[in-house]
């Protein structure tokens, strides 16, 4: 009788462990969510890498002011070409013209004890010479004349620092180009640190674009590659300047900058773009003008579009997107996704950013 209640207890035993092991190892291993993809043709060699992008000025800034006051008068317009150094708004500056009276009524009265001071000064050292005077009366003097200098010097630095605080009253171009944006009108209030007037330099364009992590590595400095411009729908040489090392903030993808060669009047900052890098034995999808995706793989949350791509280890990764116009059932994707790059067409299951997906 004992050996048959051994032998049972034996079974239970082993039964509960591995029910145990079977609990542990599901709540450890959460299941991969199911999903269809869409992006990769394996079908197709490509010898190009191509990329959504934008235009933008080489030299740009958003100029604001250090002091508060009302906006005057504007002197420039949207549009209008300026040169560096040229008046862009003027703000009141009335306090700051008293102030600099104040300090000028300063100066000529420090002006005015200096002189005395130093004239004492030379008279007591000729009497210290002629020994006329106590070395006593001339240390006085002398430290009279000393403080009379610096006060002197105290005056006029305060007169620079004033004069100094003009340059925050009269907003000037801190470089030729072209002014794309005013943000006041007269009467306004300026405060500090906020934009009043944005400027781009004419000089010379270039492109930002965004890779993803599966081409970066194959992208160098100096690269030359076509940039097609689509709503022109022209082609134009370009020559990578700067490649990104990280993609923290930028969601899984890589910055990349172009410098544009020779550019005309018809190309604007702001323009979208297509990038064409020249990268070899590359597995692409058929490349195309517009990158469309549709409508029901879009993920909105309030005025923000993006899509879920996948990342290393078959994770998915919530990208934003810059859409464009409605193509029947699909959506044209502006920047943020390349035509070469898998995105997560359906799921079956809740996605959410890192979660891990199988691939159907």
Known sequence: MSKK???????????????????????????????????????????FVTASGKIEAENSANLSTRMMGYVTKIHVKVGQK??????????????????????????????AGYNNAKKDYDRFVNLFKQQSASQKELDDMTARYEMAKAGLEGAKQMRNEVISQFSYSNITAPFSGAVTNTFVKEGDMA?????????????????????????ISSIKKGMTVKVLVKSSNTTLNGKVSEVSS??????????????????????????????????????????TDRVLVPETALVKQGQLTGIYT????????????????NFGTQVEVLSGLSANEQYIVSAEGKLYNGALVSIQ
């Open 5 to 47: 209640i051994i032998a049972i207890l034996s079974i239970s035993a082993v039964l509960l462990t591995s029910c145990g092991g079977d609990k542990k190892e599901q709540i450890a291993k959460e299941p991969a969510i199911a999903v269809k993809v869409s992006g990769v043709s394996e079908n197709n060699n490509s010898p």
């Open 310 to 325: 996948i990342g290393t280890g078959n994770v998915a990764i919530l990208r934003w997107l810059r859409v464009g116009k």
């Open 246 to 287: 990280s993609a923290t903030n930028t969601g899984g993808q890589y910055l990349v900058k172009i410098n544009l060669d020779k550019t005309d009047s018809s190309v604007l900052s702001g323009m979208f773009v297509n990038v064409q890098f020249p990268i070899e034995n590359k597995t692409q999808e058929v490349q």
């Open 82 to 111: 300026v040169g560096v150094g040229q008046l862009l708004v003027s703000i009141n500056n009335t306090d700051l013209q008293a102030k600099k009276a104040q300090v000028d009524a300063s100066i000529l009265q420090a002006t």
């Open 191 to 215: 405060n500090p640190g906020m934009p009043l007037v944005s400027v781009e330099g004419a000089t010379r364009l270039q492109v930002t674009a965004m890779i993803s992590e599966n081409d």
